[in-house]
Protein backbone atom coordinates (compact mmCIF):
# COMPACT_ATOMS: atom_id res chain seq x y z
CA UNK A 1 0.00 0.00 0.00
CA UNK A 2 1.30 3.62 -0.54
CA UNK A 3 -0.15 5.37 1.84
CA UNK A 4 0.64 9.45 1.27
CA UNK A 5 0.12 12.32 3.17
CA UNK A 6 0.87 15.48 0.87
CA UNK A 7 0.88 18.61 2.01
CA UNK A 8 0.35 21.84 -0.18
CA UNK A 9 -2.15 19.09 -2.51
CA UNK A 10 -4.74 21.68 -3.00
CA UNK A 11 -2.16 24.21 -4.81
CA UNK A 12 -0.82 24.04 -8.37
CA UNK A 13 1.71 21.30 -8.09
CA UNK A 14 0.50 19.51 -5.27
CA UNK A 15 -2.59 18.90 -6.77
CA UNK A 16 -1.06 17.63 -10.07
CA UNK A 17 0.74 15.56 -8.29
CA UNK A 18 -2.15 13.78 -6.19
CA UNK A 19 -4.11 13.45 -9.55
CA UNK A 20 -0.63 11.34 -10.55
CA UNK A 21 0.12 9.52 -8.04
CA UNK A 22 -3.89 8.22 -8.22
CA UNK A 23 -3.52 7.66 -11.65
CA UNK A 24 -0.23 5.71 -11.77
CA UNK A 25 -0.89 3.58 -8.24
CA UNK A 26 -4.13 1.67 -7.70
CA UNK A 27 -2.67 0.83 -4.39
CA UNK A 28 -2.47 4.68 -3.23
CA UNK A 29 -4.33 6.65 -0.47
CA UNK A 30 -4.11 10.05 -0.22
CA UNK A 31 -4.65 12.49 2.69
CA UNK A 32 -4.60 16.00 1.80
CA UNK A 33 -3.60 18.40 3.96
CA UNK A 34 -3.75 21.77 3.37
CA UNK A 35 -4.66 24.85 5.09
CA UNK A 36 -6.68 26.65 1.88
CA UNK A 37 -4.41 30.06 1.42
CA UNK A 38 -5.17 31.88 -1.00
CA UNK A 39 -3.36 29.79 -3.50
CA UNK A 40 -4.61 26.81 -2.25
CA UNK A 41 -8.22 25.71 -4.42
CA UNK A 42 -10.55 22.54 -4.32
CA UNK A 43 -11.44 22.82 -7.52
CA UNK A 44 -7.78 21.60 -8.53
CA UNK A 45 -9.05 18.53 -7.61
CA UNK A 46 -12.52 18.28 -9.54
CA UNK A 47 -12.44 14.66 -11.08
CA UNK A 48 -10.02 12.76 -8.99
CA UNK A 49 -10.86 9.01 -7.18
CA UNK A 50 -12.68 10.37 -3.92
CA UNK A 51 -12.46 7.01 -2.67
CA UNK A 52 -8.55 7.08 -2.10
CA UNK A 53 -8.46 11.27 -1.31
CA UNK A 54 -9.35 12.95 1.93
CA UNK A 55 -8.66 15.99 2.34
CA UNK A 56 -7.93 17.42 5.76
CA UNK A 57 -7.77 21.87 6.35
CA UNK A 58 -5.02 22.30 8.44
CA UNK A 59 -2.08 24.34 8.98
CA UNK A 60 1.65 22.56 8.80
CA UNK A 61 3.00 25.15 11.58
CA UNK A 62 0.37 23.28 14.15
CA UNK A 63 1.95 19.98 15.35
CA UNK A 64 -1.57 19.13 16.80
CA UNK A 65 -3.62 19.14 13.87
CA UNK A 66 -0.74 17.59 11.68
CA UNK A 67 -0.04 14.72 14.16
CA UNK A 68 -3.93 14.76 14.31
CA UNK A 69 -4.00 14.04 10.36
CA UNK A 70 -1.05 11.91 10.27
CA UNK A 71 -1.88 8.10 10.19
CA UNK A 72 0.93 5.83 11.77
CA UNK A 73 1.01 3.91 8.75
CA UNK A 74 1.67 6.61 6.44
CA UNK A 75 4.33 5.59 4.07
CA UNK A 76 5.23 9.11 3.20
CA UNK A 77 4.96 12.45 3.94
CA UNK A 78 5.30 14.94 0.31
CA UNK A 79 5.53 18.41 1.39
CA UNK A 80 4.35 20.40 -1.35
CA UNK A 81 2.79 23.51 1.53
CA UNK A 82 4.50 26.71 1.26
CA UNK A 83 4.45 30.20 0.45
CA UNK A 84 5.73 30.18 -2.85
CA UNK A 85 5.49 33.72 -4.54
CA UNK A 86 8.97 35.29 -4.85
CA UNK A 87 7.09 38.85 -4.98
CA UNK A 88 4.86 38.43 -2.20
CA UNK A 89 8.11 37.31 0.07
CA UNK A 90 9.73 40.75 -1.52
CA UNK A 91 6.42 42.72 0.22
CA UNK A 92 6.62 40.38 3.86
CA UNK A 93 8.65 37.68 4.87
CA UNK A 94 7.00 36.50 7.87
CA UNK A 95 4.44 34.28 6.30
CA UNK A 96 7.36 32.10 4.19
CA UNK A 97 9.47 31.88 7.42
CA UNK A 98 6.21 30.26 9.47
CA UNK A 99 5.20 28.07 6.64
CA UNK A 100 8.05 27.03 4.50
CA UNK A 101 10.55 27.07 7.59
CA UNK A 102 8.59 26.19 10.83
CA UNK A 103 6.33 24.37 8.99
CA UNK A 104 8.69 22.07 7.75
CA UNK A 105 10.49 20.99 10.99
CA UNK A 106 6.75 20.44 12.37
CA UNK A 107 6.40 17.93 9.86
CA UNK A 108 9.91 16.66 10.06
CA UNK A 109 9.10 15.90 13.95
CA UNK A 110 5.81 14.82 13.61
CA UNK A 111 7.23 12.27 10.64
CA UNK A 112 9.62 10.75 13.33
CA UNK A 113 6.68 10.66 15.64
CA UNK A 114 4.53 8.85 13.53
CA UNK A 115 7.59 6.38 12.25
CA UNK A 116 6.95 7.69 8.43
CA UNK A 117 8.76 5.55 6.38
CA UNK A 118 10.10 8.44 4.21
CA UNK A 119 9.60 12.31 3.96
CA UNK A 120 10.37 14.08 0.38
CA UNK A 121 10.70 17.82 0.28
CA UNK A 122 10.12 19.94 -2.15
CA UNK A 123 12.69 22.51 -3.23
CA UNK A 124 13.57 25.13 -5.70
CA UNK A 125 16.41 25.70 -8.00
CA UNK A 126 16.34 29.25 -6.45
CA UNK A 127 18.06 28.23 -2.99
CA UNK A 128 21.50 28.25 -5.12
CA UNK A 129 20.81 31.49 -6.07
CA UNK A 130 21.48 33.24 -9.73
CA UNK A 131 24.17 32.42 -12.88
CA UNK A 132 25.83 33.92 -15.20
CA UNK A 133 24.25 34.96 -18.28
CA UNK A 134 25.04 33.56 -21.53
CA UNK A 135 27.59 31.14 -19.80
CA UNK A 136 27.75 27.21 -19.90
CA UNK A 137 27.19 27.54 -15.97
CA UNK A 138 24.79 24.82 -14.33
CA UNK A 139 23.32 23.93 -11.04
CA UNK A 140 23.86 20.52 -9.92
CA UNK A 141 23.27 19.03 -6.57
CA UNK A 142 26.53 20.50 -4.89
CA UNK A 143 26.11 23.83 -6.18
CA UNK A 144 26.64 25.91 -2.63
CA UNK A 145 23.56 27.67 -1.52
CA UNK A 146 22.88 31.68 -2.52
CA UNK A 147 19.27 32.13 -2.07
CA UNK A 148 18.84 35.98 -2.81
CA UNK A 149 15.11 36.44 -2.28
CA UNK A 150 13.13 35.82 1.04
CA UNK A 151 11.36 32.99 -0.44
CA UNK A 152 14.63 31.27 -1.70
CA UNK A 153 16.23 31.55 1.91
CA UNK A 154 12.97 30.29 3.64
CA UNK A 155 13.23 27.27 0.85
CA UNK A 156 17.15 27.35 1.65
CA UNK A 157 16.58 26.84 5.26
CA UNK A 158 13.99 24.73 5.09
CA UNK A 159 16.65 22.12 3.14
CA UNK A 160 19.30 22.72 6.28
CA UNK A 161 16.75 21.24 8.49
CA UNK A 162 15.74 18.36 6.12
CA UNK A 163 19.20 17.81 6.04
CA UNK A 164 19.76 18.52 9.85
CA UNK A 165 16.70 15.69 10.54
CA UNK A 166 18.34 12.73 8.23
CA UNK A 167 21.83 13.49 9.95
CA UNK A 168 20.91 13.89 13.21
CA UNK A 169 17.82 11.37 13.44
CA UNK A 170 18.27 9.23 10.47
CA UNK A 171 15.47 9.85 9.13
CA UNK A 172 14.61 8.94 5.74
CA UNK A 173 14.60 12.04 3.81
CA UNK A 174 15.19 13.10 -0.28
CA UNK A 175 14.71 16.30 -1.67
CA UNK A 176 14.01 17.39 -4.90
CA UNK A 177 15.18 20.97 -6.22
CA UNK A 178 12.93 22.40 -9.95
CA UNK A 179 12.90 25.26 -12.02
CA UNK A 180 9.70 26.97 -13.17
CA UNK A 181 6.64 25.04 -13.28
CA UNK A 182 4.04 25.67 -16.26
CA UNK A 183 0.40 23.61 -16.76
CA UNK A 184 -3.06 23.80 -15.44
CA UNK A 185 -4.50 25.07 -12.60
CA UNK A 186 -1.39 27.57 -11.64
CA UNK A 187 -2.62 30.64 -9.95
CA UNK A 188 -2.72 33.34 -12.02
CA UNK A 189 -0.16 35.28 -9.46
CA UNK A 190 2.59 33.62 -11.45
CA UNK A 191 4.22 34.90 -14.46
CA UNK A 192 2.63 32.22 -17.43
CA UNK A 193 -0.63 32.26 -16.16
CA UNK A 194 -1.18 35.70 -15.74
CA UNK A 195 0.45 36.13 -19.08
CA UNK A 196 -1.87 33.73 -20.90
CA UNK A 197 -5.20 35.16 -18.61
CA UNK A 198 -4.05 38.68 -19.84
CA UNK A 199 -3.68 37.74 -23.40
CA UNK A 200 -6.90 36.03 -23.52
CA UNK A 201 -8.29 39.07 -23.04
CA UNK A 202 -6.11 41.30 -24.98
CA UNK A 203 -4.94 43.00 -21.84
CA UNK A 204 -1.41 43.91 -21.15
CA UNK A 205 1.54 41.32 -20.87
CA UNK A 206 3.72 42.75 -17.94
CA UNK A 207 7.26 41.73 -18.28
CA UNK A 208 10.30 42.36 -15.80
CA UNK A 209 13.01 44.85 -16.40
CA UNK A 210 14.57 44.14 -19.82
CA UNK A 211 12.82 40.72 -20.02
CA UNK A 212 16.26 39.33 -20.77
CA UNK A 213 15.88 36.82 -17.33
CA UNK A 214 16.35 33.11 -18.19
CA UNK A 215 14.16 30.71 -16.26
CA UNK A 216 14.48 26.76 -16.49
CA UNK A 217 10.85 25.60 -17.77
CA UNK A 218 9.10 21.97 -16.82
CA UNK A 219 5.43 21.13 -17.30
CA UNK A 220 4.62 20.16 -14.26
CA UNK A 221 3.64 16.84 -14.81
CA UNK A 222 7.31 15.84 -16.05
CA UNK A 223 7.87 17.76 -12.34
CA UNK A 224 5.41 15.59 -10.46
CA UNK A 225 6.34 12.18 -11.91
CA UNK A 226 10.05 12.27 -10.90
CA UNK A 227 8.76 13.34 -7.40
CA UNK A 228 7.30 9.78 -7.54
CA UNK A 229 9.99 8.14 -8.51
CA UNK A 230 12.48 10.16 -6.57
CA UNK A 231 9.57 8.81 -3.45
CA UNK A 232 10.12 5.58 -4.56
CA UNK A 233 14.01 4.88 -5.33
CA UNK A 234 15.30 8.12 -4.87
CA UNK A 235 18.49 7.47 -2.15
CA UNK A 236 17.78 8.06 1.50
CA UNK A 237 19.64 11.74 2.64
CA UNK A 238 20.23 12.78 -1.27
CA UNK A 239 19.26 15.85 -3.48
CA UNK A 240 17.67 15.50 -6.88
CA UNK A 241 17.53 18.53 -9.68
CA UNK A 242 14.60 18.11 -11.41
CA UNK A 243 14.68 19.92 -15.22
CA UNK A 244 13.68 19.21 -18.55
CA UNK A 245 16.89 21.61 -20.14
CA UNK A 246 14.47 23.87 -21.03
CA UNK A 247 16.08 27.43 -20.37
CA UNK A 248 13.81 30.51 -21.96
CA UNK A 249 14.19 34.16 -21.47
CA UNK A 250 11.23 35.63 -20.34
CA UNK A 251 10.55 37.70 -23.29
CA UNK A 252 11.01 34.92 -25.62
CA UNK A 253 7.77 33.16 -23.40
CA UNK A 254 6.02 35.87 -23.81
CA UNK A 255 6.75 36.30 -27.45
CA UNK A 256 5.80 32.90 -28.19
CA UNK A 257 2.87 32.74 -25.92
CA UNK A 258 1.54 35.51 -27.80
CA UNK A 259 2.12 33.93 -31.28
CA UNK A 260 0.35 30.93 -30.33
CA UNK A 261 -2.73 32.77 -29.32
CA UNK A 262 -2.27 35.30 -32.37
CA UNK A 263 -1.96 38.43 -30.35
CA UNK A 264 0.16 41.00 -31.09
CA UNK A 265 3.30 41.69 -29.46
CA UNK A 266 2.41 45.23 -28.72
CA UNK A 267 0.49 43.68 -25.58
CA UNK A 268 4.00 43.20 -23.69
CA UNK A 269 4.51 46.33 -21.69
CA UNK A 270 7.88 46.41 -19.46
CA UNK A 271 7.94 47.03 -15.89
CA UNK A 272 10.12 47.99 -13.66
CA UNK A 273 12.01 44.93 -12.24
CA UNK A 274 11.79 42.77 -9.49
CA UNK A 275 13.99 44.06 -6.44
CA UNK A 276 17.02 41.59 -6.59
CA UNK A 277 15.79 39.48 -9.34
CA UNK A 278 17.89 36.84 -10.31
CA UNK A 279 19.36 36.72 -13.85
CA UNK A 280 19.30 33.05 -14.76
CA UNK A 281 18.22 29.81 -13.51
CA UNK A 282 19.65 26.15 -15.39
CA UNK A 283 19.68 22.76 -14.17
CA UNK A 284 21.39 20.18 -14.76
CA UNK A 285 19.25 17.36 -14.35
CA UNK A 286 22.29 14.38 -15.10
CA UNK A 287 21.82 12.43 -11.83
CA UNK A 288 18.26 11.86 -11.66
CA UNK A 289 18.57 11.28 -15.81
CA UNK A 290 21.13 8.67 -14.73
CA UNK A 291 20.38 7.24 -11.45
CA UNK A 292 16.18 7.11 -12.17
CA UNK A 293 16.49 7.01 -15.82
CA UNK A 294 13.79 9.90 -15.29
CA UNK A 295 13.29 11.81 -18.77
CA UNK A 296 10.45 15.05 -19.15
CA UNK A 297 7.48 13.16 -21.53
CA UNK A 298 6.90 16.96 -22.41
CA UNK A 299 8.96 19.02 -25.12
CA UNK A 300 8.03 22.66 -24.76
CA UNK A 301 6.14 22.94 -27.74
CA UNK A 302 3.93 20.29 -26.71
CA UNK A 303 3.46 21.42 -23.31
CA UNK A 304 2.98 25.03 -23.93
CA UNK A 305 0.47 23.45 -26.55
CA UNK A 306 -1.57 21.59 -23.57
CA UNK A 307 -1.29 24.44 -21.32
CA UNK A 308 -3.06 27.27 -23.51
CA UNK A 309 -5.58 24.79 -24.30
CA UNK A 310 -6.48 24.09 -20.89
CA UNK A 311 -6.76 27.82 -19.98
CA UNK A 312 -8.63 28.68 -22.53
CA UNK A 313 -11.41 25.62 -22.03
CA UNK A 314 -11.41 26.89 -18.41
CA UNK A 315 -11.91 30.19 -18.09
CA UNK A 316 -14.45 29.90 -15.80
CA UNK A 317 -11.35 28.67 -13.29
CA UNK A 318 -9.27 31.25 -14.77
CA UNK A 319 -12.16 33.66 -13.53
CA UNK A 320 -12.93 32.06 -10.61
CA UNK A 321 -9.32 32.15 -8.98
CA UNK A 322 -8.96 35.69 -10.28
CA UNK A 323 -11.57 37.01 -8.48
CA UNK A 324 -11.09 35.12 -5.28
CA UNK A 325 -14.49 33.59 -6.00
CA UNK A 326 -13.41 30.42 -5.38
CA UNK A 327 -12.37 31.93 -1.67
CA UNK A 328 -15.45 33.00 -0.62
CA UNK A 329 -16.87 29.28 -0.57
CA UNK A 330 -14.53 28.32 1.50
CA UNK A 331 -15.26 31.04 3.88
CA UNK A 332 -19.18 29.79 4.12
CA UNK A 333 -17.19 26.16 4.39
CA UNK A 334 -14.90 26.15 6.95
CA UNK A 335 -15.50 29.81 8.19
CA UNK A 336 -12.65 33.03 8.04
CA UNK A 337 -9.78 32.71 5.87
N1 LIG B 1 5.65 26.69 -8.89
C1 LIG B 1 6.90 26.45 -9.23
O1 LIG B 1 7.31 26.75 -10.35
C2 LIG B 1 7.85 25.78 -8.25
C3 LIG B 1 9.15 25.49 -8.66
C4 LIG B 1 10.00 24.80 -7.79
C5 LIG B 1 9.56 24.46 -6.52
N2 LIG B 1 8.29 24.78 -6.14
C6 LIG B 1 7.87 24.36 -4.80
O2 LIG B 1 6.80 23.45 -4.98
C7 LIG B 1 5.86 23.55 -3.92
C8 LIG B 1 4.47 23.78 -4.47
O3 LIG B 1 4.47 24.96 -5.26
P1 LIG B 1 3.12 25.50 -5.95
O4 LIG B 1 3.53 26.34 -7.08
O5 LIG B 1 2.19 24.37 -6.15
O6 LIG B 1 2.56 26.42 -4.78
P2 LIG B 1 1.10 27.02 -4.58
O7 LIG B 1 1.32 28.38 -3.98
O8 LIG B 1 0.28 26.89 -5.82
O9 LIG B 1 0.43 26.05 -3.49
C9 LIG B 1 0.84 26.03 -2.15
C10 LIG B 1 -0.19 25.21 -1.38
O10 LIG B 1 0.26 25.13 0.00
C11 LIG B 1 -0.84 25.43 0.85
N3 LIG B 1 -0.29 26.03 2.08
C12 LIG B 1 0.34 27.23 2.22
N4 LIG B 1 0.67 27.44 3.51
C13 LIG B 1 0.26 26.35 4.20
C14 LIG B 1 0.32 25.96 5.56
N5 LIG B 1 0.88 26.76 6.51
N6 LIG B 1 -0.19 24.76 5.93
C15 LIG B 1 -0.76 23.94 5.01
N7 LIG B 1 -0.87 24.26 3.69
C16 LIG B 1 -0.36 25.46 3.30
C17 LIG B 1 -1.69 26.42 0.06
O11 LIG B 1 -3.04 26.45 0.53
C18 LIG B 1 -1.58 25.85 -1.35
O12 LIG B 1 -2.56 24.86 -1.59
C19 LIG B 1 6.37 24.68 -3.03
O13 LIG B 1 7.08 24.11 -1.95
C20 LIG B 1 7.31 25.47 -3.92
O14 LIG B 1 8.33 26.08 -3.17
C21 LIG B 1 7.44 25.43 -6.97
Redesign the pocket.
Given at each position: MRNLFV????????SAFIRLALEEFSDCRIVN?????Y??NLDNLSGIDESRHRFWR????DPDAVLAALEAETDAIIN??????VDRSIASAHEFLR?NVL?TQVLLDAARERGVHRFVH????EVTGSLPEDEEAFFDESSPFAPNSPYAAS?AAAEHLVRAAHHTFGLNTVITR????YGPR??PE?FLPLMLANAMRDEAIPVYGDGRNVRDWIYVDDHCRAILQVMERGRTGETYNIGARNERRNIDVAQSVLKILGKPPSLIKFVKDRLGHDRRYAIDPTKIETELGWRPRETWESGIEKTIRWYAENAEWVESARSGAYREYYARQYGTI
Amino acid sequence: MRNLFVTGGAGFIGSAFIRLALEEFSDCRIVNFDALTYAGNLDNLSGIDESRHRFWRGDITDPDAVLAALEAETDAIINFAAESHVDRSIASAHEFLRTNVLGTQVLLDAARERGVHRFVHISTDEVTGSLPEDEEAFFDESSPFAPNSPYAASKAAAEHLVRAAHHTFGLNTVITRCGNNYGPRQFPEKFLPLMLANAMRDEAIPVYGDGRNVRDWIYVDDHCRAILQVMERGRTGETYNIGARNERRNIDVAQSVLKILGKPPSLIKFVKDRLGHDRRYAIDPTKIETELGWRPRETWESGIEKTIRWYAENAEWVESARSGAYREYYARQYGTI
